[in-house]
């Protein structure tokens, strides 16, 4: 199956007119992204960024960590299912991002819940002694495996990681070698994790794919 194929432009239209309408704030987020960035696509966008607030609202969770802040979209989108006391972490390991999402972090009112980090996940996931109960994971495809086997010790039971682009554009469908390196490595996670039994998965076909991950 093709990119062209597994796209469809006309699915995503249905799937935002008949989901809760985007924020106005994170409608500005999104445009001003667009307009700033080449690397726009990366951003989780509409329908995306309305999944993860209702995940975080259906799962309450005392801490959330997002891998991969970018301009700050999916951060507002987690911190909508906040309590009052609970906060949210995230990191990204370019430093040039923070003068972009913070003036917004700073409007959407939440910003005294938000930890924003600079730096290598990798390392922060070797260092923390922090736990979590919702994690957002959207940073080097790489690395996922990685990740993956530093998260789930400080996963709290029930705890759920959201990994995003698991699908790939659908490229983790061609059974013929080769693959991209990328591919390879998104195919190889979702063998790994479905053969993980510490956690249940299911990998949802939205968007870029999210493979949703429970800790048992
Ligand atoms: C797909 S974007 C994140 C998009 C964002 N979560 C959203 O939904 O709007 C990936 C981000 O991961 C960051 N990144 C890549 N490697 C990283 C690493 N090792 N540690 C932390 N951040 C990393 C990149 O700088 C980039 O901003």
């Given at each position: 199956m093709g990119?062209?194929?597994?796209?469809n432009e006309w699915l995503d239209q249905y799937l935002e007119l008949n989901s809760s309408p985007e924020p106005a704030l994170l409608k500005k987020l999104r445009t001003q992204t667009v307009e700033e960035f080449s690397?726009?696509?990366m951003i989780s966008g509409h329908v995306q960024g309305r999944f993860l607030s209702i995940m975080s609202k259906i799962l309450k969770p005392e801490h959330i960590l997002e891998i991969g802040t970018f301009t700050g979209y999916a951060t507002l989108c987690l911190a909508e299912g906040l309590r009052k006391d609970c906060k949210i972490t995230t990191i990204d390991i370019n430093s040039d991002l923070k003068?972009?999402?913070q003036p917004y972090f700073t409007e959407s009112g939440y910003d005294n819940q938000i930890e924003s980090l600079i730096g290598d996940a990798i390392q922060?996931?070797?260092k923390t002694e922090e736990t979590f109960d919702l994690v957002f994971l959207d940073a080097n495809k790489k690395q996922y495996i990685d990740y993956f086997e530093l998260l789930v010790p400080r996963l709290n039971p029930g705890g759920v990681i959201l990994a995003d682009n698991t699908l790939?554009?659908?490229k983790v469908l061609e059974e013929i070698a080769p693959k991209d390196k990328m591919t390879k490595a998104l195919f190889d996670f979702n063998q790994h994790v479905a053969q993980d039994s510490r956690v249940d998965v299911i990998l949802l076909p939205l968007r870029d794919g999210i493979s949703l991950i429970?800790?048992?």
């Open positions: 990119e062209r194929d597994f796209q690397q726009h696509h003068n972009f999402y922060y996931l070797e790939w554009k659908g429970r800790k048992k």
